[in-house]
Structure formats: C-alpha cells, structure tokens
C-alpha cells in the first residue's frame, strides 16, 4: 500500500493548553483531530501547537511528563485556542492563564474549553452573560461561583460562535470535530469521524449520561421493547406501541424510558432510523426515497429534515463523502 506524502501543515493555528496535572486524555483529543497530519483530505489542515505558562518539560497524571513547545505568548497567538479541564474547579486560575485568554479573545481568537476547562473561561470573563456548559459533575459549581453565566447542564457543547464550551470530557471530542465542521464543511468532518469511527454528530445531552439509581425489571422491558424497534424499524411504531410490548401503560413507559436514556421514545426512534440508514447511503444506490421509506420515515421530507437536525448535514453530503457521487444521486 503506497502512503501518502506529508504535507507541512499550512492551515488555521491551533493551541492547546497544557498545565501540571492535566489528563492526557484530553490533550489526546485535541492531538488526535487538529495534530494528526492528513494528507487524505487535500486541504490545508490545521497547525497545533502545545503550550503551557513555562515552555518545557511538564508533568500530568499518572507521572508522565510532556513537553510543551510554546508558552503563553504563542497560546494567544493561535487563531482557535483551547483549554482542557482544569485539575482543581474550587482554585483560582493563574493570573497568567487569564491574561493570555483575554488578550487571546481581544485579537479574535476563538475560544474553545474541554471539560472543567469552562471554569477558566469564566474567570477571564468570556463566559459572562452567555450560555455555556460543563461537566454535570461541575454545573452547579460554575453557576455558583460565576453568577454572571447561564449554566446549560444538559448539552454536550454549546456553540458561542467565538467562545465554545463542551461538557465532560468525551463530549470534548464531539466539539472538536463539531470545529472541524464549522472551518471545512461537513463532508471533511465527517470523514475525520469515520477515521475516527464515530459517529459524526451524536444525538441527546448529557442528562443520559447522569447517575441514575440502578434500574430494574421495568428498564429491563424498556430495553426489550427497544430492540423490538430496531428489529421493525420499517413498520409505523408509537410510544403506545412501545408501551404495549414493554406491557406497561404509555405514561409508565415515557417516565421509565427517559429514566433509562435520558431522551423521549420518538427521539430516540428518529435517531435509530436515521442511522439505519447511513448504511444504505454508504453501500447502495438506492433513491433517498426508497431509503427514507426503508428506515421508517413517512416521507423523504421528514427524513431529509430528521437527517439534518441529527447529523448537521444532508443525505447527498453524507454520500458524497463515503462514496462515489453516481448517476442516482437524488438527496
């Protein structure tokens, strides 16, 4: 197999901050998308640079030691400019930190926080008088310590268009390649995810994702009817269609699903039949039509509306960059 030739990185500035006791996985993250050289993708990908208050040797946990290439003066210089998640949400952040974040803003910059990096935002300020999220561990903190910003706990991130702020650290990852989209257009990001192999928008918040009691036999048949779903996706189905196979009336079966997703059951249900049909997209030449009725949508209106909200993209966008655009393109 013939590898592609590297090419010097020539596209938009990226800096990462990194401080003693950090996770390396969410410096990970941001490597991983804006530090991974892709030759693949024929455009000009982004140049990174890892910074920290003091250029040099820097140690995180579990006793490894990274070295930053940059300082302060180079993180604000960067045109996008992230703060992963600080390593203690109840101290103040280095006065040194918040400078370069303001003069980093001042020069229009774009501000991005991973994770509890979200306090360091709202210490320079940038966050006041905004939405913005965080880890739901920490919502209630943000908001108590910085009165001044609108806390949404239940987002993955929220887009501030020049300040951008994720929740938990995974959900780092869903921001960082929701930039990607926002700087190359959708069929880039979307083959970064499937590089990735993730999905290339993920649906709901973080409220699935916050602890919960243990579940029981109730969940257990909200699980059963789920799979009955999948297995007939093609077929009309209803929440009291859902009820009746998980034998529990439909208010009982609304308040157990939520209980065990965090989402409604028609929300899930779009999801479920919009990725169904990512496959068809992928490997058939089958008409949008014909697929939008396959995966369950009443009409190819619906599923191309449903598809949009869901992947922040189109049916004819998806294919082209998956496949060959043929003759029987019809998104």
């Not at 880039?188 to 928008?201: D, E, G, K, S, T």
């Not at 243990?214 to 269609?241: C, F, K, N």
């Not at 008409?287 to 869901?310: D, L, M, N, Q």
Request: proline share 6%; hydrophobic share 45%.
């Amino acid at each position: 197999m013939t590898s592609l030739p590297l090419r010097t990185p020539r596209g938009p500035r990226v800096s990462v901050l990194l401080y003693e006791g950090m996770s390396a996985f969410e410096l990970g993250i941001v490597t991983e998308v804006f530090g991974l050289p892709r030759p693949e993708l024929d455009v000009d990908w982004y140049q990174l640079a890892i910074c920290s208050e003091r250029p040099g040797p820097v140690p995180i946990v579990g006793g490894a030691t990274i070295h930053a290439n940059g300082g302060l003066d180079v993180l604000a210089s960067a045109q996008t400019v992230i703060v992963p998640g600080v390593s203690d949400v109840h101290a103040d952040c280095s006065p040194d930190v918040i400078a370069a974040l303001r003069l980093a803003r001042r020069r229009g910059s774009r501000v991005v926080s991973i994770c509890s990096g979200a306090f360091a935002l709202a210490a320079a300020g940038l966050l006041d008088g905004r939405r913005a999220t965080t880890h739901w561990q920490y919502a209630g903190l943000l908001a108590q310590r910085f009165p001044l910003v609108e806390v949404d706990a239940d987002v993955l991130y929220v887009d501030g268009a020049d300040v951008l702020t994720s929740a938990g650290s995974a959900a780092g990852l869903d921001l960082c390649l929701h930039l990607v989209r926002k700087d190359f257009g959708p069929t880039i990001a979307n083959a970064v995810a499937r590089r990735l192999v993730i999905a290339p928008h993920r649906e709901g918040g973080q409220a699935q994702f916050i602890e919960a009691p243990v579940v029981g036999e109730e969940d257990d048949r909200v699980t059963q009817s789920m799979q009955w779903a999948l297995a007939h996706l093609a077929e009309p189905i209803t929440v009291a269609s859902l009820a009746r196979h998980a034998h529990m009336s439909a208010r009982t079966y609304l308040r157990h699903f939520a209980r065990s997703t965090g989402s409604s059951p028609i929300r899930w249900l779009i999801t479920q039949r919009v990725h169904a049909s990512l496959s068809l997209l992928e490997k058939t030449d089958l008409p949008v039509e014909t697929i939008a009725a396959t995966v369950g949508f009443e009409s190819v209106v619906t599923y191309r509306h449903h598809f949009g909200r869901t992947t922040h993209t189109s049916p004819s966008a998806y294919r082209r960059a998956f496949r060959p655009v043929t003759a029987l393109e019809n998104a």
